[in-house]
Protein backbone atom coordinates (compact mmCIF):
# COMPACT_ATOMS: atom_id res chain seq x y z
CA UNK A 1 0.00 0.00 0.00
CA UNK A 2 1.70 3.18 -1.13
CA UNK A 3 0.72 6.61 -0.63
CA UNK A 4 -0.39 7.08 -4.32
CA UNK A 5 -2.66 4.17 -3.89
CA UNK A 6 -4.79 6.53 -1.21
CA UNK A 7 -6.92 9.52 -2.39
CA UNK A 8 -5.69 13.20 -0.77
CA UNK A 9 -9.08 12.91 1.10
CA UNK A 10 -7.76 9.80 3.44
CA UNK A 11 -4.04 11.04 3.12
CA UNK A 12 -5.04 14.00 4.71
CA UNK A 13 -7.05 12.09 7.47
CA UNK A 14 -3.90 9.45 8.25
CA UNK A 15 -1.76 13.33 8.72
CA UNK A 16 -3.41 13.44 11.64
CA UNK A 17 -2.80 10.03 13.41
CA UNK A 18 0.31 10.25 15.48
CA UNK A 19 3.26 8.20 15.21
CA UNK A 20 2.28 4.54 17.13
CA UNK A 21 -1.54 5.30 16.50
CA UNK A 22 -3.91 2.42 18.09
CA UNK A 23 -6.97 3.49 15.80
CA UNK A 24 -10.06 2.66 15.33
CA UNK A 25 -11.50 3.52 11.49
CA UNK A 26 -15.33 2.98 11.59
CA UNK A 27 -17.18 2.36 8.63
CA UNK A 28 -13.48 1.26 6.74
CA UNK A 29 -14.62 -0.56 3.33
CA UNK A 30 -11.73 -1.85 1.93
CA UNK A 31 -9.64 -0.81 4.94
CA UNK A 32 -7.39 1.65 2.53
CA UNK A 33 -6.71 4.01 5.57
CA UNK A 34 -5.69 1.19 8.12
CA UNK A 35 -3.63 -0.53 5.41
CA UNK A 36 -1.76 2.58 4.44
CA UNK A 37 -1.12 3.99 8.25
CA UNK A 38 0.10 0.51 9.28
CA UNK A 39 2.08 -0.03 6.22
CA UNK A 40 4.42 3.25 6.56
CA UNK A 41 4.50 2.40 10.30
CA UNK A 42 5.25 -1.10 11.38
CA UNK A 43 3.92 0.51 15.58
CA UNK A 44 0.78 1.32 14.76
CA UNK A 45 -2.35 -0.69 15.26
CA UNK A 46 -6.23 -0.32 13.58
CA UNK A 47 -9.38 -1.35 14.31
CA UNK A 48 -11.51 -1.90 10.84
CA UNK A 49 -14.66 -1.57 11.62
CA UNK A 50 -17.58 -2.42 9.28
CA UNK A 51 -21.00 -3.37 9.66
CA UNK A 52 -21.91 -3.97 5.90
CA UNK A 53 -20.75 -7.84 5.22
CA UNK A 54 -19.43 -7.18 1.43
CA UNK A 55 -17.15 -4.32 2.72
CA UNK A 56 -16.12 -6.15 5.58
CA UNK A 57 -15.09 -8.93 2.89
CA UNK A 58 -13.35 -6.39 1.14
CA UNK A 59 -11.66 -5.13 4.22
CA UNK A 60 -10.23 -8.62 5.49
CA UNK A 61 -9.01 -9.64 2.21
CA UNK A 62 -7.32 -6.24 1.90
CA UNK A 63 -5.09 -6.35 5.05
CA UNK A 64 -4.45 -10.16 4.00
CA UNK A 65 -3.40 -9.59 1.00
CA UNK A 66 -0.74 -6.56 2.22
CA UNK A 67 0.01 -9.25 5.07
CA UNK A 68 -1.03 -6.73 7.93
CA UNK A 69 -3.14 -9.24 9.85
CA UNK A 70 -0.97 -8.54 12.88
CA UNK A 71 -1.22 -4.87 12.93
CA UNK A 72 -4.92 -4.85 11.81
CA UNK A 73 -8.33 -6.24 13.41
CA UNK A 74 -10.80 -6.15 10.86
CA UNK A 75 -14.27 -6.19 12.92
CA UNK A 76 -18.12 -6.22 11.77
CA UNK A 77 -19.89 -4.38 14.01
CA UNK A 78 -22.32 -1.67 14.41
CA UNK A 79 -20.36 2.11 15.07
CA UNK A 80 -18.18 2.28 17.87
CA UNK A 81 -19.04 -1.49 19.46
CA UNK A 82 -16.30 -2.46 17.27
CA UNK A 83 -13.73 -0.70 19.88
CA UNK A 84 -14.40 -3.44 22.45
CA UNK A 85 -11.81 -4.04 24.57
CA UNK A 86 -8.85 -3.04 22.43
CA UNK A 87 -6.98 0.03 23.98
CA UNK A 88 -8.11 2.30 21.06
CA UNK A 89 -6.66 6.55 21.81
CA UNK A 90 -7.73 7.41 18.64
CA UNK A 91 -10.84 7.43 16.11
CA UNK A 92 -11.74 8.07 12.47
CA UNK A 93 -14.95 8.40 10.74
CA UNK A 94 -14.80 8.77 7.16
CA UNK A 95 -16.71 9.06 3.90
CA UNK A 96 -20.19 9.62 5.22
CA UNK A 97 -22.86 12.26 5.90
CA UNK A 98 -22.62 14.43 9.35
CA UNK A 99 -25.78 13.32 10.68
CA UNK A 100 -24.83 9.40 10.50
CA UNK A 101 -20.96 10.61 12.07
CA UNK A 102 -23.08 12.27 15.02
CA UNK A 103 -25.49 9.48 15.53
CA UNK A 104 -22.52 6.51 16.03
CA UNK A 105 -20.69 8.74 17.67
CA UNK A 106 -23.57 9.41 20.52
CA UNK A 107 -24.88 5.82 20.26
CA UNK A 108 -21.51 4.72 21.29
CA UNK A 109 -20.57 7.13 23.96
CA UNK A 110 -19.68 5.00 26.50
CA UNK A 111 -16.48 4.33 24.29
CA UNK A 112 -14.78 7.71 24.45
CA UNK A 113 -13.79 8.51 27.48
CA UNK A 114 -9.61 6.63 26.88
CA UNK A 115 -10.66 8.43 23.48
CA UNK A 116 -7.48 11.26 22.83
CA UNK A 117 -8.87 12.27 19.15
CA UNK A 118 -11.59 11.83 16.95
CA UNK A 119 -11.17 12.60 13.23
CA UNK A 120 -14.08 12.69 10.97
CA UNK A 121 -14.80 13.73 7.84
CA UNK A 122 -18.18 14.45 7.02
CA UNK A 123 -18.96 14.13 3.05
CA UNK A 124 -21.74 16.95 3.96
CA UNK A 125 -23.96 18.64 7.38
CA UNK A 126 -20.58 19.12 9.07
CA UNK A 127 -21.70 21.17 11.56
CA UNK A 128 -23.77 18.44 13.26
CA UNK A 129 -20.50 16.97 14.07
CA UNK A 130 -18.99 20.04 15.27
CA UNK A 131 -22.30 20.63 17.02
CA UNK A 132 -21.78 17.40 18.33
CA UNK A 133 -18.34 17.59 19.87
CA UNK A 134 -18.76 21.08 21.16
CA UNK A 135 -21.57 19.03 23.44
CA UNK A 136 -19.33 16.14 24.19
CA UNK A 137 -15.87 17.30 25.69
CA UNK A 138 -13.98 17.40 22.36
CA UNK A 139 -11.93 20.34 21.38
CA UNK A 140 -11.87 21.19 17.72
CA UNK A 141 -8.14 21.71 17.27
CA UNK A 142 -8.17 22.05 13.77
CA UNK A 143 -9.88 21.66 10.31
CA UNK A 144 -9.47 21.15 6.71
CA UNK A 145 -11.23 21.31 3.75
CA UNK A 146 -10.25 19.76 0.23
CA UNK A 147 -11.36 19.23 -3.30
CA UNK A 148 -10.99 15.76 -4.87
CA UNK A 149 -12.53 14.35 -8.11
CA UNK A 150 -14.89 17.44 -7.93
CA UNK A 151 -16.08 17.12 -4.43
CA UNK A 152 -15.32 19.47 -1.49
CA UNK A 153 -14.29 17.12 1.57
CA UNK A 154 -13.89 18.94 5.25
CA UNK A 155 -11.72 16.96 7.96
CA UNK A 156 -12.36 17.81 11.52
CA UNK A 157 -9.54 16.91 14.12
CA UNK A 158 -10.97 16.77 17.99
CA UNK A 159 -9.47 16.15 20.96
CA UNK A 160 -10.85 15.11 24.47
CA UNK A 161 -10.96 18.61 25.74
CA UNK A 162 -13.47 21.55 26.59
CA UNK A 163 -15.42 21.12 23.43
CA UNK A 164 -16.53 25.12 23.80
CA UNK A 165 -12.65 26.26 23.42
CA UNK A 166 -11.70 28.05 20.08
CA UNK A 167 -15.33 29.52 19.06
CA UNK A 168 -15.77 33.54 19.81
CA UNK A 169 -19.16 33.26 17.47
CA UNK A 170 -20.37 29.73 18.29
CA UNK A 171 -23.49 29.92 15.92
CA UNK A 172 -21.89 31.22 12.60
CA UNK A 173 -18.46 28.89 13.65
CA UNK A 174 -20.29 25.86 13.85
CA UNK A 175 -21.74 26.26 10.83
CA UNK A 176 -18.51 27.34 8.82
CA UNK A 177 -15.61 26.07 11.11
CA UNK A 178 -13.85 28.27 13.45
CA UNK A 179 -10.63 26.91 11.51
CA UNK A 180 -11.91 27.25 7.94
CA UNK A 181 -13.73 30.70 8.47
CA UNK A 182 -10.00 32.02 9.37
CA UNK A 183 -7.99 30.46 6.33
CA UNK A 184 -11.06 30.80 4.02
CA UNK A 185 -9.08 29.09 1.10
CA UNK A 186 -10.16 28.55 -2.49
CA UNK A 187 -12.19 25.12 -1.50
CA UNK A 188 -14.04 26.96 0.98
CA UNK A 189 -15.09 29.44 -0.87
CA UNK A 190 -16.31 27.66 -4.01
CA UNK A 191 -18.04 25.09 -1.32
CA UNK A 192 -20.30 28.25 0.05
CA UNK A 193 -20.71 29.85 -3.27
CA UNK A 194 -22.18 26.46 -4.15
CA UNK A 195 -24.23 26.22 -0.76
CA UNK A 196 -25.17 29.94 -1.71
CA UNK A 197 -26.69 29.06 -4.83
CA UNK A 198 -28.59 25.66 -3.28
CA UNK A 199 -30.37 28.09 -0.96
CA UNK A 200 -31.13 30.73 -4.13
CA UNK A 201 -32.61 27.95 -6.08
CA UNK A 202 -34.84 26.73 -3.21
CA UNK A 203 -35.86 30.30 -2.31
CA UNK A 204 -37.03 30.58 -6.54
CA UNK A 205 -38.75 27.52 -6.38
CA UNK A 206 -40.20 28.55 -3.00
CA UNK A 207 -41.90 31.77 -4.83
CA UNK A 208 -43.40 29.57 -7.17
CA UNK A 209 -45.33 27.77 -4.26
CA UNK A 210 -49.23 27.62 -4.41
CA UNK A 211 -49.36 28.50 -0.27
CA UNK A 212 -45.80 30.47 -0.02
CA UNK A 213 -43.85 29.93 3.04
CA UNK A 214 -42.54 33.71 3.48
CA UNK A 215 -41.14 32.95 6.78
CA UNK A 216 -39.11 29.96 5.44
CA UNK A 217 -38.07 32.08 2.53
CA UNK A 218 -37.18 34.56 4.94
CA UNK A 219 -35.08 32.20 6.69
CA UNK A 220 -33.23 31.40 3.77
CA UNK A 221 -32.59 35.04 2.42
CA UNK A 222 -30.86 35.66 5.99
CA UNK A 223 -28.58 32.32 5.56
CA UNK A 224 -27.76 33.94 2.05
CA UNK A 225 -26.99 36.58 3.38
CA UNK A 226 -24.75 35.43 6.10
CA UNK A 227 -22.72 33.11 3.36
CA UNK A 228 -21.90 36.15 1.37
CA UNK A 229 -20.80 38.35 4.30
CA UNK A 230 -18.11 35.35 4.53
CA UNK A 231 -17.17 35.08 1.28
CA UNK A 232 -17.67 38.61 0.85
CA UNK A 233 -14.71 39.36 3.41
CA UNK A 234 -12.70 36.14 2.04
CA UNK A 235 -9.06 37.77 1.88
CA UNK A 236 -9.85 39.49 5.45
CA UNK A 237 -8.25 37.08 7.76
CA UNK A 238 -8.28 38.94 11.15
CA UNK A 239 -11.07 38.55 12.69
CA UNK A 240 -13.31 35.15 11.81
N1 LIG B 1 -14.23 5.26 5.42
C1 LIG B 1 -14.05 4.93 4.02
C2 LIG B 1 -13.69 6.16 3.23
O1 LIG B 1 -13.74 7.25 3.79
O2 LIG B 1 -13.34 6.03 2.06
C3 LIG B 1 -15.30 4.29 3.45
C4 LIG B 1 -16.48 5.21 3.34
S1 LIG B 1 -17.92 4.36 2.76
C5 LIG B 1 -18.68 5.57 1.81
C6 LIG B 1 -18.90 4.24 4.22
C7 LIG B 1 -18.75 2.89 4.88
O3 LIG B 1 -19.31 2.96 6.17
C8 LIG B 1 -19.48 1.78 4.13
O4 LIG B 1 -18.59 0.74 3.87
C9 LIG B 1 -20.60 1.37 5.11
O5 LIG B 1 -20.86 -0.02 5.04
C10 LIG B 1 -19.99 1.76 6.45
N2 LIG B 1 -20.95 2.05 7.53
C11 LIG B 1 -22.09 2.77 7.44
N3 LIG B 1 -22.70 2.85 8.64
C12 LIG B 1 -21.90 2.19 9.52
C13 LIG B 1 -21.98 1.90 10.91
N4 LIG B 1 -22.99 2.33 11.66
N5 LIG B 1 -20.98 1.19 11.48
C14 LIG B 1 -19.94 0.74 10.74
N6 LIG B 1 -19.83 0.96 9.41
C15 LIG B 1 -20.78 1.69 8.81
Not at 6 to 11: F, G, Q
Not at 21 to 47: K, Q, R
Request: proline content about 3%; overall charge negative; aromatic content about 8%.
Amino acid sequence: MNEKLLSNRLHMVARYLPAKAYFADIGSDHAYLPCYVCSIDPTAFAIAGEINEGPFQSAKNQVKALNLTSQIEVVKGNGLEVIGNYPVRQIVIAGMGGGLIRSILDSGKDKLSKIERIIAQPNVDAHLVREWFSTHHFQLVSEQIVKEDGHIYEILIADNGDGLIGYQDLGKELLFGPHLLREKNEAFIEKWESEKNKRLRVIEQMKQARNINFEKIASFKQEVKEIEEVIEGAGDNTCP
